[in-house]
């Protein structure tokens, strides 16, 4: 395994590739026009990939791509296709979440490098271990891995770590984030994500009250990562890679950030100066946060006043007038700059700048709509000097590689030229023979002046052997061409030479991967999910199959219940566990190992936990995102038996996924699906709180909500380390349950969290089912509900983006 670090850098046009390679990077990682979870970034064409793959390679610099969403079944015979592409121009690797497509990919492409991507949720060793034995080289953790887990990680395993070190972050687990596509179907999941997380929201009790007096914050907006102070407790660690987020950001910020990391990592943090922080803040920043690796929580991770860009202060405002202020200055302003001053209106205002000023001057700007309130902060959001640098750092500038030539001129022969860079040389011959001089003899001098001119190349001219004879004669343009042909040859057996994969048997290898067995048809059963012990309480056992058990308390007399009536029983496991808590769901399944059927995983990590661990039946939850039949597939080749399809999927979707494997199908047909999964608390920023110590005695832990925009209202609740965002308002498909029934569903799924009364719905589910209530009553129910509750049919309709 190749030990080096690797500082790896986002591209997002060739712009921004030339901006990564020439301030440092060690690899890139970019999307095309497919498949990628940046759909509204600039992206690459087939040929602007090749064209890339050629730039990076020929400088010495990896190039990983992302095909890094859930693909929906027809999508995945194409998604083989274009790997097939970029196997074939020799990326290094691909970035991968669909687990059961990098399955495929593993078959058909066993030599290309497969990464997990961070929207796999991979946030243990037991997550890491499950991806190596699949054939994945690398897994790019969850961001919210705390330290001493990638010690654990590192030290158990022999997969190459990836950690995020600068950048956006997200709220929510990346992978478990279904916020935007249940409010506007653009799913994160699918690369198309509306970024609900930076819009402001209220906090509200039960009753509809504000909490702590702060109404539309942006309390789900995260701060930027900035560790350029923690790299070297990465570097120990045993991260392999260092990975910087901003595809969608601009050439110069990659140029800036790139370029800072690469210090840092070389010569450590203390290396770097003021100054080069100062870019780093100055080119992007919502604030800046250690992250949850480095133990920032609650008001050190987010930044709620808000969403964007806030650049640095450079000065304060000292007075106002109709249309102008006054602003005494801290730092210098030049033209170009993008300035920008709080209004009276809660608001912001700004300009570019069209005068220059000096630290401690008194400046007016005039013309404005919106004067600022006196001693308020005036803030440089773009700097037009930085930029400038910037992109001097790249434009106009490449790599000097050192390039050896020996060239052999002898009369009445063709003239020769061999270059050589590492271990490549070429040699190239010329098309007119070396003449003898009838006036004046082409000279060394002349011969080395022409052979260096190299500047539309990645090279430089280290040394020059000349073997010339007495009297030779050349014409320079023949030189000229000479070199260009040897250079030119060269630096395609180069490109040619960094990745080298295999023929391959594609169409075959392909036609395996894509065929399965189908199993028979299972029969249609009543699921439920119970989150409390009121809600076990409420339950008719005479009217239902199959219990998942959210809760600890009364466990073992619960299950004893639900053995005495012959009903399946699950104990639901939390979609993030670490070491501590897989020790407790060791313990607690044990305790309990005779009377439970089963137990169901939300993350890959647990799945790998309960394959080792126990011979039990293994359930797989909405956490795994199962998208396709063929990710449903290498689940059951696992040995897991029935699994809770993704809800996002929309009826034909599940229908075709169900047509191709049979056997157990679930589909949530009830329920307030959780749209986020975080490690933060937003109630932690009311409260102060530094860390989640706390939780399991805070009272405001259970009850609150989020309040947005439009009036609805996301439940939240905290527990065991992460806090569950609801959506706001449940899945009710009572009146549409034929319709589901006819896609295939075999096992419909009531999904309870924080629901008081529950077992009039269980009722009129189980009855609508099994036939034993007509339509009329069906709709007499619903709008009843529905006058009392605003509901939605989810995805099963409509599908997302």
Request: with cysteine; net charge positive; aromatic share 8%.
């Given at each position: 395994m190749n030990n080096k670090l690797e500082l790896l850098a986002p591209v997002g046009s060739m712009e921004a590739l030339e901006a990564a390679v020439m301030n440092g990077a060690d690899a890139v990682y970019l999307g095309?026009?497919?498949?990628?979870?940046?759909?509204y970034a600039s992206n690459f064409e087939y040929e602007e990939l090749m064209e890339a793959v050629s730039y990076a390679h020929l400088r010495g610099v990896s190039v990983f791509v992302t095909v890094n969403i859930l693909l929906d079944d027809k999508e995945v015979s194409d998604a083989l296709d274009y790997v097939k592409y970029l196997y074939e121009i020799g990326v290094d690797g691909i970035i991968v979440q669909d687990i059961g497509f990098a399955s495929m990919v593993r078959e058909v492409f066993p030599e290309l490098q497969i990464h997990a991507s961070t929207q796999m949720t991979i946030n243990n060793l037991e997550g890491a271990r499950h991806l190596e034995e699949l054939g994945f080289t690398r897994v790019v953790l969850a961001r919210e891995v705390p330290y001493k887990e990638i010690l654990r990680i590192k030290n158990n395993s022999d997969i190459e770590l990836e950690v995020f070190i600068h950048g956006a972050l997200c709220f929510s687990y990346s992978?478990?984030?279904l916020m935007s596509s249940l409010i506007g179907g653009r799913s994160g999941n699918r690369g198309t994500c509306a970024q609900p997380c930076r819009m402001e929201y209220s906090i509200i009790d039960a009753k509809g009250n504000i909490a702590g007096n702060l109404d539309?914050?942006?309390?789900?907006?995260?701060?930027?990562?900035?560790?350029?102070?923690?790299?070297?407790?990465?570097?120990?660690?045993?991260?392999?890679?260092?990975?910087?987020?901003?595809?969608?950001?601009?050439?110069?910020?990659?140029?800036?950030?790139?370029?800072?990391?690469?210090?840092?990592?070389?010569?450590?943090?203390?290396?770097?100066?003021?100054?080069?922080?100062?870019?780093v803040e100055q080119i992007f920043n919502r604030e800046f946060t250690k992250g949850h690796t480095f133990g920032d929580f609650g008001k050190k991770f987010v930044s709620v006043e808000r969403p964007d860009n806030r650049g640095r202060v450079v000065g304060k405002v000292i007075s106002s007038d109709k249309n102008k202020i006054q602003v005494l200055l801290s730092e210098n302003v030049d033209v170009g700059d993008g300035l920008e001053w709080d209004t009276y209106h809660n608001d912001r205002s700004g300009t570019k700048a069209q005068f220059s000023g000096q630290k401690g001057e008194k400046i007016w700007i005039g013309r404005i709509k919106d004067t600022a309130p006196e001693g308020s902060p005036f803030r440089k959001t773009s700097s037009a000097e930085l930029l400038g640098n910037a992109k001097k750092s790249y434009i106009n500038t490449d790599k000097n590689l050192p390039l050896s030539m020996k060239i052999r001129l002898k009369i009445g022969e063709k003239p020769i030229l061999t270059v050589e860079f590492m271990e490549f040389s070429e040699t190239a011959t010329g098309d007119k023979v070396v003449e003898t001089a009838v006036k004046t003899p082409i000279s060394g001098e002349r011969i080395s002046e022409q052979l260096a001119k190299l500047g539309d190349t990645v090279f430089s001219?280290?040394?020059?052997?000349?073997?010339?004879?007495?009297?030779?004669?050349?014409?320079?343009?023949?030189?000229?061409?000479?070199?260009?042909?040897?250079?030119?040859?060269?630096?395609?057996?180069?490109?040619?030479n960094f990745v080298k994969y295999p023929v391959i048997n594609f169409k075959d290898k392909k036609d395996s991967v894509m065929s399965f067995s189908k199993l028979p048809k299972d029969k249609k059963m009543l699921t439920v999910r119970v989150s409390n012990q009121?809600?076990?309480?409420?339950?008719?056992?005479?009217?239902?199959?199959?219990?998942?058990?959210?809760?600890?308390?009364?466990?073992?007399?619960?299950?004893?219940?639900?053995?005495?009536?012959s009903i399946e029983a699950f104990y639901l496991s939390d979609k993030i566990l670490y070491k501590e808590d897989l020790d407790i769901l060791e313990s607690t399944i044990n305790t309990n190992l005779s009377q439970l059927d089963g137990v169901s995983a939300s993350n890959?990590?647990?799945?790998?936990?309960?394959?080792?661990?126990?011979?039990?039946?293994?359930?797989?939850?909405?956490?795994?995102?199962?998208?396709?039949?063929?990710?449903?597939?290498y689940f059951r080749k696992i040995g897991i038996n029935g699994l809770t399809l993704?809800?996002?999927?929309?009826?034909?979707?599940?229908n075709e996924i169900a047509e191709k494997t049979g056997g157990e199908v679930e589909a949530i047909v009830y329920g307030y699906l959780p749209v986020m999964i975080s490690r933060n608390c937003p109630m932690a920023y009311l409260k102060g709180c530094k860390d989640d110590s706390?939780?399991?005695t805070c009272s405001y832990a259970n009850g609150y909500m989020l309040k947005d925009r439009m009036n609805k209202n996301f439940r939240m609740d905290r527990g065991a380390g992460f806090t569950t965002i609801y959506n706001s308002v449940p899945v009710m498909v009572l009146d549409r349950l034929e319709a589901v029934s006819r896609a295939g569903i075999t096992s419909f799924r009531l999904d309870f969290t924080f629901e008081d009364d529950i077992r009039d719905i269980q009722e009129m589910y189980y009855d609508c089912l099994n036939g034993m209530i007509d339509k009329n009553t069906v709709i007499n129910f619903m709008n009843d509900y529905k006058a009392k509750t605003e509901v939605t049919n989810g995805h099963f309709f409509r599908g997302v983006l």
């Open positions: 095309g026009k497919l498949f990628n979870a940046r759909q992978g478990q984030c539309k914050r942006h309390y789900l907006s995260t701060r930027d990562l900035n560790t350029l102070d923690e790299v070297g407790e990465l570097i120990n660690a045993g991260v392999k890679s260092f990975k910087i987020e901003g595809r969608m950001k601009r050439p110069e910020y990659v140029a800036t950030v790139v370029s800072a990391y690469r210090k840092a990592i070389d010569s450590g943090s203390d290396s770097l100066t003021k100054g080069e922080r100062v870019n001219m280290e040394s020059l052997e000349i073997d010339m004879d007495d009297n030779s004669f050349i014409n320079v343009k023949d030189i000229n061409a000479l070199r260009r042909n040897a250079v030119e040859r060269l630096s395609e057996k180069v490109v040619a009121k809600q076990f309480d409420q339950m008719n056992l005479k009217k239902v199959d199959r219990v998942y058990l959210g809760f600890n308390e009364s466990l073992k007399g619960n299950l004893e219940i639900l053995k005495s009536n890959v990590g647990t799945v790998e936990f309960l394959k080792n661990k126990f011979n039990l039946t293994i359930h797989g939850d909405i956490g795994l995102n199962v998208f396709n039949s063929y990710t449903l597939n993704s809800p996002e999927l929309n009826l034909g979707q599940i706390g939780c399991e």
